[in-house]
């Protein structure tokens, strides 16, 4: 018999989408939750608290590959610690890991987070593979959409973003749990590169608001570190295929203007 697939963070955005594509490659799935939930469809829920390091043995017990998808603001690479321990001791032979682009490179703490967590993964003599992806369509619409409460949207002059459909990160990540442990892979971002003031335009017009847009700057280092595009991926990546327009096209049932 198959063991199953461990998913930490499987009923999360990401989560959401990688279970039924587990499913339907045949794998047995077990998630790793905080609330009671009873098996379906050829899911079983293990109730745990990564954090606090509770029912992680018991998720991994008898588990081959761990797909690692629960992250939050801030403890990941707490977080980390806890499933590398318990991943360890129960003979883990996979972990796949979903970081982000440029964690060794932008100085803000969720950066240094998901990088600390690269590193654990990495030593933990674990076989490992972590992919990077760009910021998800969802995370950049909730953020323009936070924007636009204000009377005046700021648009910081010089930011750039890559942002990446989540359906092709979840497709990448299925494909990576299936296959042999990978190390570092290549990035995997969106096909396209937009100014943040794109990205706020495209929303306005998209979703019928009215906003002016203020240019402003973005001091200090992690300033300087989107200026220089380290949050980019441009060469030796991969790119997924759904662009920040056909998201909001489907978002809001329009297609707004395409970009040269």
Do not use: C
């Not at 989560?15 to 039924?20: A, W």
Request: glycine share 12%.
């Amino acid at each position: 018999m198959t063991s199953p697939i461990l998913v930490t963070g499987g009923t999360g955005a990401l989560g959401r989408l990688v279970v039924p594509l587990l499913r339907d490659a045949g794998r047995p799935v077990r998630v790793l939750t905080r609330g009671t939930r009873e098996p379906r469809d050829g899911v079983e829920f293990v109730t745990g608290d990564l954090l606090k390091d509770e029912g992680v043995d018991r998720a991994v017990e008898g588990v081959e590959t761990v797909l690692h998808l629960a992250g939050g603001r801030k403890g990941d690479d707490d977080v980390a610690r806890n499933l590398v321990r318990a991943a360890k001791a129960a003979g883990v032979r996979h972990l796949v890991y979903i970081s982000v682009i440029a964690a060794d490179a932008v100085p803000l703490g969720y950066f240094r987070q998901k990088y600390a967590a690269e590193q654990t993964v990495a030593e933990s003599g674990v076989p490992w593979t972590t992919l990077r992806a760009a910021q998800f369509h969802g995370f950049m619409l909730t953020a323009v959409r936070g924007m636009a409460k204000l009377p005046v949207m700021p648009a910081p002059r010089g930011v750039r973003w890559q942002p990446v459909d989540a359906r092709d990160v979840a497709e990448r990540l299925v494909e990576l749990a299936l296959g042999a442990p990978a190390g570092m892979v290549r990035d995997l971002a969106g096909p396209k590169v937009y100014e943040l003031a794109e990205l706020q335009r495209d929303y306005l017009r998209a979703s019928g608001k009215r906003r002016p847009l203020l240019p402003v700057g973005m001091p200090g280092k992690a300033g300087r570190a989107y200026k220089a595009g380290d949050n980019l991926s441009l060469d030796g990546a991969d790119f997924g295929r759904r662009t920040w327009e056909d998201f909001l096209a489907e978002e809001f049932g329009a297609r707004p203007a395409q970009h040269a």
